[in-house]
């Protein structure tokens, strides 16, 4: 049987281990409550931490989806008035199209109508120049030169234009044989009547130098002394050899006295004695430059306009007759 002391003993180390354990614990649940605090406290951390994350989040997705919206309306605003611009520009285009294609329309329809109205009045002037009788074709002539050919197709502007020169040929044809035969019958006013006609339509060749002859003949006699001077000046400058030349050279002189160009008459008078000193109206050439001296003088009064100057003394009167259509030969040809 055992000690008593031995079994106090083993019960006090019994507790003693016990109440070392129950320490070990107590402490062991004290650790263990303060990492639970802790834990605890890390816990309510990162739960602060999410909460505040998701608050920076939703914030960001809210501030995102403003943005985005914002971005959004703007580029839909943008969208819009680059639309609005772009359709503006695109009608105000169209619209400009649209004015230009109406006015083209517009001037391609008047051409049209004046295209029209020309090839009728076309028609109408070569009518004019081939229907009416006798000289009243030459009013096809006038007719044509108020036309717009401009309007006309080239076969057209030359079938008028031929047309109108063989009229011109033709009716100056018979405007200069009237005239030559007037001028022989000595009918001055019907020289001046038919061969100015003939000049108006421009004539060239010995035709028109000799119709100049004639008709400066006929506006001397005629006292037109203003029409006679170019006449007269066209045949002395182009027959320089004409056996009529003299007589025209007098009758210049005479022209030029009457209209007051006393020194050209006698620059005339001068060269037609120098050049023909033999010639039949020398005396009178010489008359002629007596009479442009008085006046220039001043110891005589100039005649009166229309009056033939008075003959200077000594000197033959003026040729009371022109030269008859055989005396009046051109260059090249025998009296």
């Known amino acids: 049987m055992p000690m ?4 106090v003993t083993d019960h006090s180390k019994e507790l003693s281990d016990i109440k070392k354990e129950v320490v070990e614990a107590r402490n062991l649940v004290i650790k263990t409550d303060n990492l639970l605090k802790s834990f605890h406290a890390e816990l309510k951390a990162v ?3 999410n909460e505040e994350f998701a608050r920076k989040q939703w914030m960001s997705s809210a501030v995102a989806y403003v943005l985005f919206a914002a971005l959004a309306v703007g580029g839909a605003i943008l969208v819009s008035s680059a639309a609005t611009r772009s359709s503006a520009g695109d009608r105000e285009r169209l619209e400009k199209q649209v004015g230009e294609l109406t006015a083209q329309q517009e001037q391609l329809k008047r051409d049209a109508a004046a295209n029209a109205q020309a090839r009728q009045s076309a028609a109408d002037v070569y009518r004019m120049m081939t229907t009416l009788p006798g000289d009243e074709r030459l009013k096809g002539v006038d007719a044509l030169v108020k036309l717009d050919v401009a309007r006309l197709s080239p076969l057209e502007r030359s079938a008028l234009n ?7 040929k033709e009716v100056g044809a018979m405007a200069f044989e009237r005239g030559r035969t007037a001028f022989r019958r000595n009918d001055m006013q019907g020289t001046a009547e038919h061969l100015s006609r003939f000049m108006a339509m421009n004539p ?4 028109a130098t000799e119709a100049a002859f004639f008709l400066g003949v006929a506006y001397n006699q005629l006292r037109k002394y203003d029409q006679a001077i170019p006449m007269l000046t066209r045949f002395m400058d182009t027959e320089k050899r004409s056996k009529n030349r003299d007589y025209a050279m007098l009758l210049l002189a005479h022209s030029l006295e009457q209209t007051g160009q006393l020194d050209k008459a006698a620059a005339v008078a001068r060269d037609a004695l120098g050049t023909y000193p033999d010639s039949e109206f020398a005396p009178q050439l010489r008359g002629r430059l007596a009479s442009v001296k ?3 003088s001043g110891t005589a009064a100039p005649a009166a306009p229309g009056q033939a100057p008075a003959a200077a003394p000594g000197a033959a009167p003026a040729p009371a007759q022109p030269p008859t259509a055989t005396t009046a030969a051109p260059a090249g040809q025998t009296q």
């Open 162 to 168: 031929d047309r109108a020169e063989l009229l011109r």
């Open 204 to 207: 060239t060749g010995t035709d």
């Open 294 to 296: 008085r006046l220039q």
């Open 47 to 49: 739960a602060r931490q």
């Open 4 to 7: 008593p002391t031995e079994s």
